[in-house]
């Protein structure tokens, strides 16, 4: 049995992800106390269910903190257990919250949305480290559709090593496990013929093998996550996340991410992804 678990912070985005496993063929049920979860998957992998998508968040409660024991439990059952966790800035769900007009979850206890925002961050920080992460702060709705999508098609066992580029002006990705700034390289933003196009255009990356710093920051950085990944890896870590930015998140870091992606394919799963393109 494939069994995905979509968790993270109210107001992130869980119901879409939720959405595009129903439509890619997922059994999906929303909302799932903890403590009925290895019931339900018995039943339906004896009914012969093999792609299982359950949300679980604070709606369940204080349950929520023993989802790190079960996914060990499922895990040990021989059950193909993955985590999603979506998450945004506090900022961004204070405004999705405000132009819905809908109330938290934590809301009944009396606390503010800020502070039913803080709460929620303290009962799920168990499950981050289990989890794949994915920050919707920025992210088009069809945006967050395709990387689920990606997430949902990668392969299950070993590590997988995502590459994503963004914009320093937009923010830095809250799901970052390494952040590289290479703001410092010469920006083909100021070309006019370059303008227009992305760190994907040959053009643009031509532009960028001729610089020499270019060329060295990225050896730089693929020497790092070369030599560190084995110790990753040895811990048993699901997903690594290496964010590359630049002003825009056009250009370098676009070229950074695309070039990177390909060097490390051969050597483990790798997702490239480019929050400004939206891809």
Not at 4 to 13: A, E, R, W
Not at 42 to 63: C, F, N, W
Not at 73 to 90: C, H, P
Not at 249 to 256: A, E, L, P, Q, Y
Request: some cysteine.
């Amino acid at each position: 049995m494939q069994l995905i678990l979509i968790t993270g912070l109210s107001g992130s985005g869980k119901s879409v992800a939720l959405a595009v496993m129903e439509d890619a063929g997922f059994y999906c049920v929303d909302n799932l106390p903890v403590n009925i979860v290895g019931n339900l998957v018995e039943t339906l992998r004896a009914s012969g269910i093999g792609r299982v998508a359950l949300t679980i968040d604070v709606r369940t409660g204080e349950t929520i903190a023993n989802l790190p024991e079960l996914v060990t439990s499922l895990r040990n059952e021989g059950i193909e257990v993955r985590v999603m966790f979506l998450e945004a800035k506090s900022e961004t769900l204070i405004k999705r919250y405000s132009e819905t007009r809908r109330r938290h979850p934590l809301s009944v206890s009396g606390l503010t949305l800020p502070e039913c925002i803080a709460r929620e961050k303290e009962l799920v920080s168990g499950i981050s480290d289990m989890a794949h992460h994915i920050d919707t702060s920025d992210l088009a709705p069809n945006t967050l559709r395709a990387w689920v999508k990606d997430f949902a098609a990668a392969p299950v066992a070993g590590l997988t090593l995502l590459f994503e580029s963004f914009g320093f002006k937009h923010g830095i990705p809250l799901d970052a496990d390494f952040v590289f700034d290479v703001r410092c390289l010469p920006n083909p933003h100021y070309d006019p013929q370059l303008r227009p196009l992305t760190g994907c255009d040959a053009p643009v990356a031509a532009f960028l093998r001729a610089t020499p710093d270019a060329m060295r920051m990225l050896e730089d950085i693929s020497r790092f996550i070369g030599d560190w990944l084995p110790a990753f890896e040895r811990d048993n870590r699901s997903y690594l996340t290496v964010a590359i930015g630049c002003t825009g998140g056009r250009h370098r870091s676009v070229f950074f991410v695309e070039t990177l992606s390909a060097r490390f394919r051969d050597r483990t799963r790798t997702l490239a992804r480019h929050r400004e393109l939206g891809t």
